[in-house]
């Protein structure tokens, strides 16, 4: 594409590739001066042009500019690449039906529910903590949402794969980034909003206003899905310029939860909806996720699916990888792995794992906290787990540059009653859960989900996983079986 058609009155140079990474080789490349945590892409600049830049995106004044280079200075570098990426990969975006989703929890949930069920309609693809999928393709997410580049690039595969809509989680980093500016959202979903990631936005009105920024991007023909149970629904009703469509239990909603009766393995209630009811039963558990099936129906439902057809299709709902997520070997007590790593999330998953503990039997923990993350919360998760569990044991959990047993430390300031031990490997922790449990025991691995890999302080590394750790741990430790040596030929 020329730069002329990305940006008025630049030259008509050629432009195969947009990119912030100056240590990337490119072709007629397009830097992006990045400003970013860490590092200014205005410090790079020569090393972009080294790798193929022969265009720069700036907003800083430059001292050297080198000849046969075009150079365009902006007010908002990350505004513009986003603006221009859309452009570059020809507005997918216009060509889907996108929902956007933002809270501190529930997108994953709600987002795949609604690219599960949608899918059986028409193709649907799905970007978040999981994954990126669309029809045959997987592929692991380095964030819950990606830049702008990547973002839109993925959006025009998507288009290319015939994919007719996409449900994408939107977090409050992407919102201040301005990494979703120029995705054309056509419903936008509000789950909860309970304290997270102040390390990065400092105070809590921060974090709200950085949520609320999905809300008030939506155009005139968009839908706004709110969760009018949430304290701060009238602060984002307030942000939303379109319509306005709420869902709950608690309060009167257009799409509300009633009579509902929660299960091991099966959840039923009946959904009231314009004075209709509708009896719905689904596989999904816990009464958080009755709040994460409204938000889904009332999405697609707004989004034109007729809402009898969307209820017939709950009943068989994929599972959610690292979701409440059931380990299930054969042994006599309930594992649950979930992502769950904020005081709400513990709230939420541990109220459910008293739900089916029987009283006389215990609920023991796993878990840790992220290192370079809100301290803070360390000593509430702590302090939750305390109120449920008899066995707490803390380990490792994404800890990047900070020393595990400290974090550690920082969560046993909230435990006063569990017995609490610390071990460093987060699967010899999960395998002494294991082996500690009795018959109706609940485990409950928390933190990481389906995570294969564990940040550290040089980036990434491979970790098995806490389903996997867990399967492996009943069959040998519990069960007695042996995994099978694979023999070479």
Do not use: W
Request: charged residues 25%.
């Amino acid at each position: 594409m020329k730069c002329s058609e990305l940006f008025e009155k630049a030259p008509d140079i050629e432009i195969d590739t947009l990119f912030y990474d100056s240590r990337k080789n490119v072709k007629n490349g397009m830097f992006f001066c990045m400003d970013g945590l860490v590092h200014n892409g205005h410090d790079f600049i020569s090393q972009a042009i080294d790798h193929g830049a022969v265009c720069i995106v700036h907003s800083e004044e430059l001292e050297e500019m080198k000849k046969g280079i075009v150079y365009i200075k902006v007010e908002d570098v990350s505004d513009t690449m986003s603006r221009i990426a859309a452009r570059f990969y020809g507005y997918p975006t216009h060509k889907m039906k996108i929902y956007g989703v933002t809270g501190t929890n529930g997108k994953s949930t709600v987002t795949n529910v609604i690219r599960d069920v949608h899918s059986r309609f028409e193709p649907c693809g799905y970007i978040g903590t999981i994954s990126i999928s669309y029809g045959d393709v997987h592929q692991a997410a380095d964030l819950t949402t990606p830049d702008a580049l990547v973002l839109q690039s993925v959006f025009k595969d998507m288009v290319n794969a015939g994919m007719k809509a996409c449900s994408l989680e939107v977090s409050s980093h992407a919102l201040e980034q301005n990494r979703v500016n120029s995705v054309e959202f056509d419903i936008a979903i509000f789950t909860n909003l309970t304290y997270d990631h102040l390390d990065y936005h400092g105070t809590f009105e921060n974090y709200m206003n950085a949520k609320k920024k999905l809300f008030k991007m939506m155009p005139k023909k968009g839908v706004c899905v709110l969760n009018i149970d949430d304290p701060a629904f009238e602060e984002f009703e307030r942000a939303c310029s379109c319509k306005v469509v709420t869902y709950g239990i608690q309060n009167d909603a257009l799409y509300r939860a009633d009579n509902i009766q929660l299960g091991i393995d099966n959840t039923k209630f009946t959904l009231i909806y314009e004075d209709q009811e509708y009896e719905v039963c689904t596989n999904f558990v816990a009464l958080h996720n009755v709040y994460n099936l409204l938000a889904a129906i009332a999405g697609m439902h707004q989004g034109g699916l007729e809402l009898e057809k969307i209820l017939e299709n709950l009943n068989d709902l994929k599972q959610v990888d690292g979701r409440l997520e059931r380990i299930d070997e054969g042994q006599p007590f309930n594992v649950i792995v979930d992502f769950a790593h904020t005081p709400d999330g513990f709230e939420k998953m541990f109220d459910y794992a008293r739900m089916i503990t029987p009283p006389d039997r215990n609920i023991i923990a796993v878990f840790g906290s992220a290192g370079r993350r809100d301290v803070k919360k360390r000593k509430v998760m702590g302090s939750i787990a305390d109120k449920y569990c008899k066995n707490i044991i803390l380990t490792v959990d994404d800890p990047r540059t900070d020393d595990p047993a400290l974090i550690a430390n920082d969560i046993k300031e909230g435990i006063e009653h569990a017995n609490t031990v610390y071990i460093s490997d987060r699967s010899s922790a999960i395998r002494q859960a294991i082996e500690m449990a009795n018959v109706k025991d609940t485990v409950m691995l928390l933190g990481k989900g389906d995570d294969d890999f564990m940040y550290v302080d040089n980036g990434k590394e491979p970790y098995i996983g806490d389903p996997q750790a867990a399967r492996e741990a009943i069959r040998k430790y519990y069960l007695g079986i042996e995994e099978e040596e694979n023999e070479e030929e």
